[in-house]
């Protein structure tokens, strides 16, 4: 997360999927708001949570007393950092990275988490909330209503043997994350009933799995 972009309509989106869920879900979603660019004044902090609709109580902005993600070449801050965020005792944790997460470091590492991260930051709860930005894969055989993008994460998560799903949109999406699909009924069941009465093509649409 960058300040740069604080209110911006991805924000909004954001707040939209949590109030889309239902409320005993949300209030078991911890968050960690991966800042790349800290330390945020306790005022900006308000500001965002206010807007995205997680309460500071839950919100965690330096996991290991790290202001801001490590990078990959400082391998043992990073690795405590994950370990920070992996301690975290929420059911459920909403993983906010600039940009994604991927199989691997290919340039500004602190702005993503890796697979083997999420792995290791599912160890003590149920699934994983990430945010992802949309970006340009060259993949084939993409099904006419999913993103390329979209499709191509899940393919990437489902590889690595989680269970998972998403909320898409055009220009970023949420992936619903864990080690079991049973784990992930509560976000679909939630989200399908939030749509009830919509047409299938809208649903279609938004939720991919």
Do not use: C
Not at 56 to 63: K, V
Not at 96 to 110: L, Q, V
Not at 138 to 145: F, G, K, L, M
Not at 166 to 178: E, G, K, M
Request: charged share 20%; aromatic share 12%.
């Amino acid at each position: 997360m960058n300040r740069r972009y604080l209110l911006d309509s991805l924000d909004g989106l954001k707040a939209l999927v949590f109030r889309l869920l239902p409320i005993e879900v949300t209030i078991s979603i911890a968050y960690v708001p991966m800042t790349t660019d800290g330390p945020w004044t306790d005022t900006e902090k308000a500001v965002f949570e206010t807007a995205i609709g997680i309460p500071g109580e839950r919100a965690y902005w330096t996991p290991g007393n790290f202001v801001n993600v490590p990078p990959s070449r400082d391998p043992v801050a990073r690795s405590k950092w994950v370990d920070a965020v992996a301690a975290i005792n929420h059911r459920y944790l909403f993983l906010d990275p600039d940009t994604d997460f991927y199989t691997h470091h290919n340039g500004k590492s602190e702005k993503k988490v890796l697979i083997t991260e999420l792995a290791v930051m599912l160890v003590s709860r149920e699934a994983l909330v990430v945010y992802r930005h949309r970006y340009w894969p060259s993949i084939d055989e993409v099904p006419a209503h999913v993103y390329p993008y979209v499709w191509h994460g899940l393919g990437i998560l489902r590889k690595a043997g989680f269970a998972t799903f998403a909320y898409q949109s055009q220009a970023a999406s949420f992936f619903f994350i864990s080690k079991q699909e049973s784990a992930l009924a509560p976000f679909q069941n939630g989200l399908q009933g939030a749509f009830a009465g919509v047409s299938a093509a809208v649903v279609e649409r938004r939720l991919v799995g």
